[in-house]
C-alpha cells in the first residue's frame, strides 16, 4: 500500500513522529497539531477526499467552514499551519508533489484594544512618583516625561542628558532603527525635568570630585549599562501604583504610552501627529487608538444616556 492509499491518519502519524525526532517538538505542541489534522481529516472524509488529493479551494473551503463555527482567528490560524507543516512534510517524502495550503494568507491575530489609564490615574501616579522621600524628584520627571511624551520606556531609561540641556520645548527622541522625533514637552514635564536635573547635576558633580566619570544619560545609576533598566522601573510603576491605589495589574510603562496616545486623540489631536509622536512607521498602528475612544464613547452612552438606562430598567 502506497503512502497515497494509506488512511489519512497514516499520514498524521507519520508527519508527528517525524516532528518528534527532527524538531524535538513538546508534547502538548504534537497533541494540537494531531488535534487539528484529525479535524481536518474529518472534514474531508464525508466528501470522499484524501489528504493526498487536497486542492487549494479545498483547504480554503475547510477554513472557511471553520469560521461560520465561530473559530476564533487564532485557533483558524494553528490549524492552517498544522496544515501547511503536514503537506510540507508530504512534500519532502514525496507524497506529493506540491504544497496546496502554501500560498494561503492565515487570519491574522486578533488585535486586542491597549490598556489604558483614566487622567485621574495619571495624575494619582504622578503625585505617587512626586512623593517618594528620597527619589521623588527623579521619579517625578520619569512620570511627567512618559506620559508628557509618549515614549517607550527604553527610549526613557536611555535619555541622553543632553537632550534636557537648556530647557527645551521639544524633546529629541531616537527610537527604533535610531530614527529619530521630536515631541512637545507639556509644561509640568519641563518643571519636572529641570528640578531633576539640578539634582542630578549636582550629584554628578560630587562623584566626578571623587574622581568618578560623569554619566551621559539623564537617569544615570549603578547598572552596567549605566542609566536605570527596564527592569527597574517596571518595578518603580508598580510601587507608584500601589501608593496610587490603581490597580498594579493595569499599570505598565506601556500602559501610560497607551494613555498619552488616548487622551490626546480625545482631546481632538489629529492621528497624523499622534503618529509622528510615538514614533509609529504606519498609521494603521496609531489607529488602535480611535478603537479605544469609541469603546470608551459607547460605554459612556450606555451608563449615562437616558434611553440606555430606561432599557437596562426593563430588562
Same mark, same amino acid.
Given at each position: 500500500?502506497?503512502?497515497?492509499?494509506? +488512511?489519512?491518519?497514516?499520514?498524521? *502519524?507519520? @508527519?508527528?513522529?517525524?516532528? =518528534?525526532?527532527?524538531?524535538?517538538? =513538546?508534547?502538548?505542541?504534537?497533541?494540537?497539531?494531531?488535534?487539528?489534522?484529525?479535524?481536518?481529516?474529518?472534514?474531508?472524509?464525508?466528501?470522499?477526499?484524501?489528504?493526498?488529493?487536497?486542492?487549494?479551494?479545498?483547504?480554503?473551503?475547510?477554513?472557511?467552514?471553520?469560521? =461560520?463555527?465561530?473559530?476564533?482567528?487564532?485557533?483558524?490560524?494553528?490549524?492552517?499551519?498544522?496544515?501547511?507543516?503536514?503537506?510540507?512534510?508530504? @512534500? /519532502?517524502?514525496?507524497?506529493?508533489?506540491?504544497?496546496?495550503?502554501? *500560498?494561503?494568507?492565515?487570519?491574522?491575530?486578533?488585535?486586542?484594544?491597549?490598556?489604558?489609564?483614566?487622567?485621574?490615574?495619571?495624575?494619582?501616579?504622578?503625585?505617587?512618583?512626586?512623593?517618594?522621600?528620597?527619589?521623588?524628584?527623579?521619579?517625578?520627571?520619569?512620570?511627567? &516625561?512618559?506620559?508628557?511624551?509618549?515614549?517607550?520606556?527604553?527610549?526613557?531609561?536611555? &535619555? +541622553?542628558?543632553?537632550?534636557?540641556?537648556?530647557?527645551?520645548?521639544?524633546?529629541?527622541?531616537?527610537?527604533?532603527?535610531?530614527?529619530?522625533?521630536?515631541?512637545?514637552?507639556? +509644561?509640568?514635564?519641563?518643571?519636572?525635568?529641570?528640578?531633576?536635573?539640578?539634582?542630578?547635576?549636582?550629584? /554628578?558633580?560630587?562623584?566626578?570630585?571623587?574622581?568618578?566619570?560623569?554619566?551621559? @544619560?539623564?537617569?544615570?545609576?549603578?547598572?552596567?549599562?549605566?542609566?536605570?533598566?527596564?527592569?527597574?522601573?517596571?518595578?518603580?510603576?508598580?510601587? @507608584?501604583?500601589?501608593?496610587?491605589?490603581?490597580?498594579?495589574?493595569?499599570?505598565? +510603562?506601556?500602559?501610560?504610552?497607551?494613555?498619552?496616545?488616548?487622551?490626546?486623540?480625545?482631546?481632538?489631536?489629529?492621528?497624523?501627529?499622534?503618529?509622528?509622536?510615538?514614533?509609529?512607521?504606519?498609521? =494603521?498602528?496609531?489607529?488602535?487608538?480611535?478603537?479605544?475612544?469609541?469603546?470608551?464613547?459607547?460605554?459612556?452612552?450606555?451608563?449615562?444616556?437616558?434611553?440606555?438606562?430606561?432599557?437596562?430598567?426593563?430588562?
Amino acid at each position: 500500500m502506497t503512502a497515497v492509499t494509506q +488512511p489519512m491518519m497514516h499520514w498524521v *502519524q507519520a @508527519f508527528l513522529e517525524a516532528q =518528534a525526532a527532527e524538531l524535538d517538538a =513538546a508534547t502538548n505542541t504534537q497533541l494540537a497539531y494531531a488535534s487539528d489534522l484529525r479535524d481536518f481529516a474529518g472534514w474531508l472524509d464525508p466528501k470522499g477526499l484524501h489528504f493526498a488529493d487536497v486542492t487549494q479551494d479545498q483547504v480554503e473551503g475547510y477554513l472557511i467552514d471553520c469560521d =461560520a463555527q465561530g473559530l476564533s482567528r487564532s485557533t483558524r490560524a494553528r490549524r492552517l499551519s498544522a496544515i501547511k507543516q503536514l503537506y510540507r512534510f508530504a @512534500f /519532502e517524502e514525496g507524497w506529493r508533489n506540491d504544497n496546496p495550503a502554501i *500560498q494561503i494568507k492565515g487570519p491574522g491575530k486578533e488585535k486586542s484594544l491597549p490598556k489604558t489609564l483614566t487622567l485621574d490615574e495619571v495624575n494619582r501616579l504622578i503625585d505617587a512618583a512626586a512623593g517618594h522621600p528620597k527619589d521623588g524628584a527623579r521619579n517625578a520627571c520619569l512620570m511627567q &516625561l512618559l506620559y508628557a511624551t509618549g515614549m517607550r520606556v527604553s527610549e526613557l531609561v536611555t &535619555l +541622553p542628558v543632553a537632550a534636557a540641556r537648556g530647557e527645551p520645548a521639544m524633546l529629541l527622541i531616537r527610537g527604533k532603527g535610531g530614527k529619530e522625533r521630536l515631541v512637545p514637552l507639556s +509644561p509640568p514635564a519641563k518643571v519636572a525635568m529641570s528640578e531633576w536635573l539640578k539634582i542630578r547635576d549636582a550629584a /554628578e558633580d560630587a562623584a566626578r570630585a571623587k574622581g568618578k566619570p560623569n554619566s551621559k @544619560f539623564l537617569f544615570p545609576s549603578h547598572s552596567k549599562a549605566g542609566h536605570l533598566t527596564r527592569h527597574r522601573f517596571f518595578g518603580l510603576i508598580k510601587e @507608584f501604583a500601589v501608593t496610587a491605589g490603581v490597580s498594579p495589574d493595569k499599570v505598565t +510603562p506601556h500602559t501610560l504610552r497607551h494613555a498619552f496616545a488616548t487622551h490626546l486623540l480625545e482631546g481632538g489631536a489629529d492621528l497624523r501627529a499622534i503618529q509622528t509622536m510615538l514614533g509609529h512607521a504606519d498609521v =494603521a498602528t496609531t489607529e488602535i487608538y480611535t478603537h479605544v475612544v469609541d469603546a470608551r464613547l459607547t460605554a459612556l452612552v450606555q451608563e449615562h444616556h437616558p434611553l440606555a438606562k430606561k432599557d437596562r430598567e426593563t430588562e
